[in-house]
Nanobody, 126 residues
């Protein structure tokens, strides 16, 4: 069983930065497809950024150039560096993992991930 624990959320003003972390246990971390997803009140969960086993990344258009996903296999930790945050980035952010093969254009599809963390709240004020 894979366990995911997110941290690093908080409240910032527009233009600020946050770094989210997701620590994984219970699996061979390097074999996982990993992703960050977010859900704002009244909206569907959306893919933000994802990374495959080989390090190929995928980003939602709304965060390209501002967010960076990375992983540290030695620490079993996934990161999301978020810069130039805007109020529309306000949401609960979730880390997700899955072992099944995914083509690159599938990486941001939340239904393809089996394991989820509890979420960490990000609030950006204007």
């Amino acid at each position: 069983q894979v366990q995911l624990v997110e941290s690093g959320g908080g409240s910032v003003q527009a233009g600020g930065s946050l770094r989210l972390s997701c620590t994984t246990s219970g699996s061979t971390y390097s074999n996982n497809y990993m992703g960050w997803f977010r859900q704002a009140p009244g909206k569907e969960r959306e893919g933000v950024a994802a990374i495959d086993r080989g390090g190929i990344t995928s980003y939602a258009d709304s965060v390209k150039g501002r967010f960076t996903i990375s992983k540290d296999n030695a620490r079993n930790t996934l990161y999301l560096q978020m810069n130039s945050l805007q109020p529309e980035d306000t949401a609960m952010y979730y880390c997700a993992a899955d072992l099944r093969y995914k083509q690159s254009h599938w990486l941001l599809l939340s239904r393809l991930y089996n394991y989820w963390g509890q979420g960490t709240q990000v609030t950006v004020s204007s």
